[in-house]
């Protein structure tokens, strides 16, 4: 393999660094290009000037299911810098009454099920019904045979009822696919319950005790300074060019530089690629299925309280507009506990997207005084909402068919990102997995000249 060969790796999000961080590896100099002036995609944070703190965009976990992810932070060395959890135990809160949804113990089928037995926010009725889809879920083949079906639909054929929908399945499901039952693939969500409630022992929460940015910004430049490769920050790839080989030639930046490339991986969002290629351009059947892709947004709310209200690290909340909320102050391991940050995070938020702010921090500022029994002397000092229009790609019925390969009908083109065939929903560990297949295909391409 030529070594000396120019490769561009477009996009800094989680899919590029990974597959940055393998060609350099085998020892390839990489033009790795970013838009933004952060790395880290959409897994990134900003100062907030008022707190003095840098605010991630989402409250971004990740499972211990999620070993490509896993391995890039490894590869950093930041795994350092993340809480992982031994084990699955969700504090649930209902009518102000708190139970503890636990999955630990035995990785086996009986034990989750004794577990979830125990679980008094559900009947005794509805937990056999769960316990019945579960297992049916566990020895189910065939799954893609069920991606045009709904999940919703396919729940209701095996004798799921509205408890048993509100409280255990859409409680996983809403923010691990950022989506209603009704809108998600039955191939994308019994893969997503495949992969994690079945795998107990693998489900356990991951959180980053620092921002999404410093998480991986600092080391990935430390590894790019020492070796020949290049990062350029805060320009667009305008156009890509191609030649009557199938082949790449150059790409144009949006200072019009232009740079000649041997190969190149795109990994920008599905919803701004199309924007690259010529309409003639050989990829242009993957082009037009990528387009009919959908997006689903995520609300955050940030509430800085005069003092501590909870010593959780996140919780759950069902029966009411509030979702997760998570212990930003107890993450992130701030001195001061005395005072306390928490942010509401609202998967499936078309609701709450366009919503009037005043109003909702009225809201969710009532609806958390009232869960958590708070007296006046609890004073909230701050307050922050962000909005993330474009949070996730859907996991809709029959979307599984429009998702691409990542190697493409142009011979030095490759295509990563968590929309990529990965076979998971919008995660990091997605991006994490398309990155290095992304890679991997390259690398294997650079060997057959």
Known sequence: MNKNKSVVVIGGGIAGLVATQILIEKGLKVILIEKKITLGGRAFSFKNSESNENIDNGQHIFTKNCSEYIKFLKNLEVFNQVILEKSINVPIYKNNKKEYLKFSGKPNAISLFLRLLRFNHISYIGKLRIIYALIIIKFKKNLKDLDSTDFKTWLKKHHQTYETNKYFWELFLKPALNDELEYMSSYIAILTIKNSILKPQKTAFGLPKTDLSSLVEKNFNNILRKTNSILIKGKTVKKISEDNNNNIMKIELSDNTEIKVDSIICTIPFFEIKNLFQKSSKITPIINNVSQLEYS?????????????????????????????????????????????????????????????????????????????????????????????????????????????????????????????????????????????????????????
């Open 297 to 449: 947004p995520i609300v955050c709310i940030h509430f800085w309280f005069s003092e501590k209200i909870t010593d959780e690290l996140y919780f759950s909340v069902l029966d009411s507009p509030i979702q997760w909320v998570f212990n930003v102050s107890k993450i992130r391991e701030h001195k001061d506990q005395n005072k306390q940050h928490l942010v509401i995070s609202l998967s499936s938020a078309w609701k709450w997207i366009k919503y009037d702010r005043k109003e909702m921090i009225s809201i969710f500022s009532k609806e958390i005084y009232k869960l958590l029994q708070l007296n006046s002397r609890v004073k909230i000092k701050q307050t922050l909402i962000v909005n993330q229009p474009k949070a996730t790609f859907r996991t809709l019925p029959g979307s599984y068919k429009l998702r691409p390969k990542n190697s493409t009908p142009l011979k030095n083109l490759f295509l990563a990102g968590d929309w990529t065939d990965t076979e998971w929903p919008s995660t990091m560990e997605s991006a994490a997995k398309s990155g290095r297949k992304s890679a991997e295909d390259l690398l294997r391409y650079l060997k057959s000249l």
